[in-house]
C-alpha cells in the first residue's frame, strides 16, 4: 500500500508523530515512500507479503461490490478492498485498531469507501445484510468457539470468503469415512483425520491462540457450513463459496435466542 504524501519534512514528521501517539502497530501501512506504521515489524512487510497472494485471487475492479473485513485490525485489507472499488465494513473488537483504520483511511482518502464498527464474531447477527466478499483472516484459531464463529460468518456470505488461519504441521489426505463404526474409534488418531489441537495456556506468548486447527479440519468445517472450497491462493488461506444453505441454521438460532440480552 502506498500513498505518496505531499509536503516536506515537516509534513512526513508530523505523520510519525501521529503514528507513534497511535501505537503500537500490528499491520505495517505504507502512508508515502518514507512513511510507514510498523516499519520493523518482526514478520516483515506484513501483511502485504500474505496480499500479494490473496489479492491475485480476486478481481481488480470490485466497483458495486459489499465487502466485509472481520477483524480488520488497523484496515489493510479493508483499504485494499476499498482501492479496487469496493464498499468496505471493517469491524474489530479492539477500539486501538479500529482508532489506527480511522486515522489512516483519512491519510488514505478511503474514508467514503469505509465504515468501521466495533464488533466481535459472536454479534455477527446484528448485521442485517449480506456481502458479495468476506475476509476472515487471522481470526478462526484466537476464538475459543471457533466453529460457532465459522457457521455465523458463514451466514453471512453471498459470494465469496477468504479464510486464513494458522494450522498445524503434519500428513494430509487420508479417506474418512460419512460414518465412523462406534469400535472404529482408532481410526481418530489416524493420518488425515480431522483434528485441531486444544492450547490450553499459551502460543507464541498469546494466550488467545486457542486452537490449531489440521488442513483437513479446515476444509471439513467449511464445508459443514453450506461453503465450498474454490481455491487455495496460499499456504493456509481458502477460497471459498456458498454452495447449499447451512445446516445448522436451526441451531444458531436457538443459540442467539439463548443468548443474553
Known sequence: MSLQVEGGDAERSGLHGEIARLGPWFHNLRLGDSVATAPDHPLGDFPAYKWEKIGRALPEDMT??????????????????????????????????????????????????????????????????????????????????????????AELVDGLLVLQTLTMPGAEGGEVPADLPFKQRWRLRGPGWPVMAFIEHELAGDPTNWWVPSETAVEAMVRTTGLRIVSRPGPEVWLCEREAPSRHGAELGRARRRRPA
Do not use: M
Request: hydrophobic share 45%; charged share 20%.
Open 64 to 153: 458495486g461490490w459489499r465487502a466485509l473485513d472481520i477483524g480488520c485490525n488497523a484496515g489493510f485489507y479493508t483499504f485494499e478492498l476499498a482501492k479496487r472499488g469496493a464498499s468496505v465494513l471493517g469491524i474489530d473488537h479492539d477500539p486501538h485498531y479500529l482508532a489506527q483504520a480511522e486515522w489512516a483511511a483519512r491519510q488514505l482518502g478511503l474514508s467514503d469507501a469505509v465504515e468501521l464498527r466495533q464488533l466481535d464474531v459472536y454479534q455477527l447477527d446484528q448485521l442485517e445484510e449480506h456481502f458479495d466478499l468476506v475476509l476472515f483472516l487471522g481470526v478462526l484459531y484466537h476464538l475459543r468457539y471457533p466453529l460457532l464463529g465459522l457457521d455465523l460468518v
